[in-house]
């Protein structure tokens, strides 16, 4: 059955419109017929005119992390590694500090000597996020990232929680670079790509991009929340195409949704470079899902996670799927291996994998023949919409959350004007920040910006005494997140730093920032 039909043109047509979102490139894939080409691309690549095509090339952003899995596995059957001494021979349950041993050190030495290279394929090593602590002066390349780690709080024990984590896949990239002796674009291009002839997929913007032969996909941001007041009103904004080489496998890659129906393909049929053992290493489950992350009312059951992979079922039937995002782009590879189907797509909108989403599953419910009104393709923008004012409400009472014991009114003032706390302040895990004076309709607050890979704006406003609430907007995503801040008066009366909440996923983690100037 032809995928691509008039009603789903119909259907894109409408998506694209409401979620402010310029084009969108699909791939899909069944037993031995591919659909892409003609047909299968909608909208702009580009504005105001630029046609968005399969030939388009996007960030497939950490799509890329099932790419980089796929490389670990075929480097640790090869015999440059199986010919090893036991000592040097690695598995994926070698420890990280056996391969990288000078630059994989965290703040715990117990965690650090145990975590392994699954581990951190697997997002279980207790490490959050921590997303603006890198692309910055001295944490510029993968090594840089990687050797930072020891600067950065842990926050869950190894093992006892998924926990999503781009920093240790870097850590995972960086380690293949160290025992290949390789970039990691010249590993997946001899291991992956020119196997399966991929010859429009990249290692990010550093490559010679054949531009030529390939447009590049223009990202944008919408500049307000979809489903919250003003949207009417709102604008798309362009977001330059960021270098992200030093992110590497985590999600650097970019490609066009023609070369991901020969990735698809050669993960269905496993007879490429991958063999059947493989994949089903790849996509062994290592890892249960919070009930919380993003995509659960997509799936049935137990969502767990893989080796660059997310696993659950659908309807019944086994689903892998990985969605990425950076500033300006976003991508969802979902593959059903019983059925021998998959669908790729790549857009240029903030947000891409969730909001493109019901497109992709009104393709697989066509596929499984699921009658309309059990469709969840048909509500899963409602359920995105709710999911966005949920997470609206809760920012509004997390400033109770964040302090539940302040008065309703200024006891204490600061202890200095509010000029005395500008300046720069550093911390060893997140650089410098500059705070400067500003001003809005609240009154005059702390403002910084703080420019990194995945980059952030603050604001802070006293609280009462030296204590203040932040709020945080992050990639160029209009949403906001509330935060605490402390600052330090020395014996001279002299503002000596901030300790502040910087990682979202530890509201009570303080961080200390030390005034440099």
Same mark, same amino acid.
């Given at each position: 059955?032809?995928?691509?039909?008039?009603?789903?043109?119909?259907?894109?047509?409408?998506?694209?419109?409401?979620?402010?979102?310029?084009?969108?490139?699909?791939?899909?894939?069944?037993?031995?017929?591919?659909?892409?080409?003609?047909?299968?691309?909608?909208?702009?690549?580009?504005?105001?005119?630029?046609?968005?095509?399969?030939?388009?090339?996007?960030?497939?952003?950490?799509?890329?992390?099932? &790419?980089?899995?796929?490389?670990?596995? &075929?480097?640790?059957?090869?015999?440059?590694?199986?010919?090893?001494?036991?000592?040097?021979?690695?598995?994926?349950?070698?420890?990280?500090?056996?391969?990288?041993?000078?630059?994989?050190?965290?703040?715990?030495?117990?965690?650090?000597? +145990?975590?392994?290279?699954?581990?951190?394929?697997?997002?279980?090593?207790?490490?959050?996020?921590?997303?603006?602590?890198?692309?910055?002066?001295?944490?510029?390349?993968?090594?840089?990232?990687?050797?930072?780690?020891?600067?950065?709080?842990?926050?869950?024990?190894?093992?006892?929680?998924?926990?999503?984590?781009?920093?240790?896949?870097? +850590?995972?990239?960086?380690?293949?670079?160290?025992?290949?002796?390789?970039?990691?674009?010249?590993?997946?291009?001899?291991?992956?790509?020119?196997?399966?002839?991929?010859?429009?997929?990249?290692?990010?913007?550093?490559?010679?991009?054949?531009?030529?032969?390939?447009?590049?996909?223009?990202?944008?941001?919408?500049?307000?929340?979809?489903?919250?007041?003003?949207?009417?009103?709102?604008?798309?904004?362009?977001?330059?195409?960021?270098?992200?080489?030093?992110?590497?496998?985590?999600?650097?890659?970019?490609?066009?949704?023609?070369?991901?129906?020969?990735?698809?393909?050669?993960?269905?049929?496993?007879?490429?470079?991958?063999?059947?053992?493989?994949?089903?290493?790849?996509?062994?489950?290592?890892?249960?899902?919070?009930?919380?992350?993003?995509?659960?009312?997509?799936?049935?059951?137990?969502?767990?996670?893989?080796?660059?992979?997310?696993?659950?079922?659908?309807?019944?039937?086994?689903?892998?799927?990985?969605?990425?995002?950076?500033?300006?782009?976003?991508?969802?590879?979902?593959?059903?291996?019983?059925?021998?189907?998959?669908?790729?797509?790549?857009?240029?909108?903030?947000?891409?994998? +969730?909001?493109?989403?019901?497109?992709?599953?009104?393709?697989?419910?066509?596929?499984?023949?699921?009658?309309?009104?059990?469709?969840?393709?048909?509500?899963?923008?409602?359920?995105?919409?709710?999911?966005?004012?949920?997470?609206?409400?809760?920012?509004?009472?997390?400033?109770?959350?964040?302090?539940?014991?302040?008065?309703?009114?200024?006891?204490?003032?600061?202890?200095?004007?509010?000029?005395?706390?500008?300046?720069?302040?550093?911390?060893?895990?997140?650089?410098?920040?500059?705070?400067?004076?500003?001003?809005?309709?609240?009154?005059?607050?702390?403002?910084?910006?703080?420019?990194?890979?995945?980059?952030?704006?603050?604001?802070?406003?006293?609280?009462?005494?030296?204590?203040?609430?932040?709020?945080?907007?992050?990639?160029?995503?209009?949403?906001?997140?509330?935060?605490? +801040?402390?600052?330090?008066?020395?014996?001279?009366?002299?503002?000596?730093?901030?300790? &502040?909440?910087?990682?979202?996923?530890?509201?009570?983690?303080?961080?200390?920032?030390?005034?440099?100037?």
């Amino acid at each position: 059955m032809v995928p691509f039909t008039p009603d789903f043109d119909e259907i894109v047509a409408k998506t694209l419109k409401k979620w402010h979102t310029p084009g969108i490139a699909f791939s899909v894939v069944h037993n031995d017929e591919t659909w892409s080409k003609q047909g299968t691309a909608y909208g702009l690549a580009r504005l105001p005119a630029e046609p968005a095509a399969t030939s388009t090339l996007y960030y497939v952003c950490s799509t890329t992390k099932a &790419i980089l899995c796929a490389a670990w596995a &075929i480097y640790l059957a090869s015999p440059a590694n199986i010919g090893s001494n036991g000592s040097r021979r690695i598995t994926w349950s070698t420890p990280m500090v056996d391969i990288i041993r000078d630059d994989f050190v965290l703040q715990d030495a117990t965690t650090t000597n +145990a975590i392994t290279l699954e581990d951190c394929v697997s997002h279980r090593t207790g490490m959050p996020r921590h997303e603006v602590s890198y692309g910055r002066p001295g944490v510029e390349t993968s090594r840089d990232i990687v050797r930072n780690l020891r600067n950065l709080p842990l926050h869950n024990t190894l093992r006892t929680q998924f926990e999503y984590c781009n920093t240790v896949y870097v +850590a995972a990239s960086h380690a293949l670079e160290f025992v290949t002796g390789s970039s990691n674009a010249a590993t997946f291009r001899k291991y992956l790509w020119d196997p399966l002839e991929m010859h429009e997929t990249y290692g990010g913007m550093t490559e010679n991009l054949d531009t030529e032969r390939n447009t590049v996909a223009t990202g944008y941001t919408f500049s307000h929340i979809p489903g919250a007041q003003g949207e009417a009103n709102g604008e798309l904004r362009e977001e330059p195409n960021k270098d992200l080489e030093a992110i590497s496998g985590a999600g650097y890659v970019m490609s066009t949704a023609d070369d991901y129906a020969k990735w698809m393909r050669c993960l269905l049929d496993g007879n490429g470079p991958l063999s059947l053992d493989m994949i089903k290493e790849l996509w062994t489950p290592r890892t249960i899902v919070p009930d919380d992350e993003e995509q659960r009312e997509h799936f049935d059951g137990i969502i767990c996670y893989c080796l660059g992979w997310f696993k659950a079922t659908y309807r019944g039937q086994e689903v892998v799927w990985h969605p990425g995002g950076v500033t300006g782009a976003g991508s969802c590879v979902i593959l059903l291996p019983k059925q021998k189907w998959g669908v790729t797509f790549f857009a240029n909108i903030m947000g891409a994998s +969730a909001l493109m989403s019901s497109l992709a599953f009104w393709l697989i419910d066509d596929m499984l023949g699921t009658p309309t009104d059990e469709r969840k393709s048909a509500y899963l923008d409602e359920q995105y919409v709710n999911a966005l004012k949920k997470e609206r409400d809760a920012v509004s009472k997390q400033p109770l959350k964040l302090y539940p014991d302040v008065p309703g009114r200024h006891i204490s003032p600061l202890s200095l004007p509010l000029e005395s706390y500008a300046g720069t302040y550093q911390n060893a895990g997140y650089g410098s920040i500059t705070f400067v004076i500003k001003t809005d309709p609240e009154g005059a607050h702390l403002y910084v910006e703080v420019c990194r890979t995945f980059g952030a704006e603050y604001i802070f406003r006293p609280v009462n005494g030296e204590h203040w609430l932040g709020k945080r907007w992050v990639s160029g995503w209009p949403a906001q997140g509330a935060l605490r +801040a402390r600052s330090k008066i020395g014996a001279d009366g002299k503002v000596k730093g901030f300790e &502040i909440a910087m990682e979202p996923e530890m509201p009570d983690t303080m961080m200390w920032f030390a005034l440099t100037e």
